[in-house]
């Protein structure tokens, strides 16, 4: 991805604003003022081409922006553990590497999840991989897995075990993975 792009949306930071560095994961403060192009807002996240690099922005901090938060997410303390796992799956969803405009569900990156009740609530284990092992947001990518899932009411604690084995490949995307990539 090279960045800035016609569809891109330009931007002047309202505030100081914490960003990640994409590929590499370092954490920066991007000061007020700064300009830049929002290039991917998926997922309650944003990814800004700012002088040449590529930064990941937190949903918390939309409104450095000029974006709207995400939404507090609905679940009756009464849900079943069905419902529950539901809510797993659509929060995963909003899960996107800041490169890729294909959440992790469909990319292929979730190998299980389950759903288990807990003293204090809902326990989720995850376990997912990276499209590579070297990737240097995976570490992020798995922090956003955990935080959005903690997110879900009822759910006390999410587990997100990194693995690579089986390595993944192509063919663990969705269909709609494949067709919006051009890979089917």
């Known amino acids: 991805m090279s960045g800035f792009s016609p569809s891109s949306e330009a931007f002047t930071l309202a505030r100081d604003c914490l960003a990640v560095l994409v590929p590499q994961g370092e954490q920066v403060t991007l000061p007020a003022g700064q300009i830049g192009y929002i290039t ?17 922005v937190s949903g918390e901090d939309a409104d450095a922006l000029g974006k709207a938060s995400p939404l507090p997410i609905e679940l009756p303390e009464n849900a079943s553990d069905e419902d529950a796992e539901y809510m797993v799956w659509q929060q995963l969803k909003t899960c996107f590497d800041p490169e890729i405009p294909i959440n992790v569900v469909d990319l292929g ?39 959005k899932l903690e997110r879900i009411p009822t759910v006390h604690e999410a587990d997100v075990d990194l693995v690579f084995d089986p390595p993944w490949n192509q063919g663990m995307m969705s269909d709609a993975a494949k067709l919006e990539t051009g890979m089917f």
């Open 40 to 56: 991917q807002s998926l997922g309650g996240s944003f990814t800004v081409f700012v002088e040449g690099n590529l930064f990941r």
């Open 109 to 147: 990156l979730i190998y299980d999840v389950s759903v288990q009740q807990a003293a204090e609530g809902r326990k989720v284990y995850v376990k997912m991989t990276l499209t590579a092992p070297g990737c240097g947001m995976g570490d992020i990518l798995v922090d956003d897995v955990r935080d």
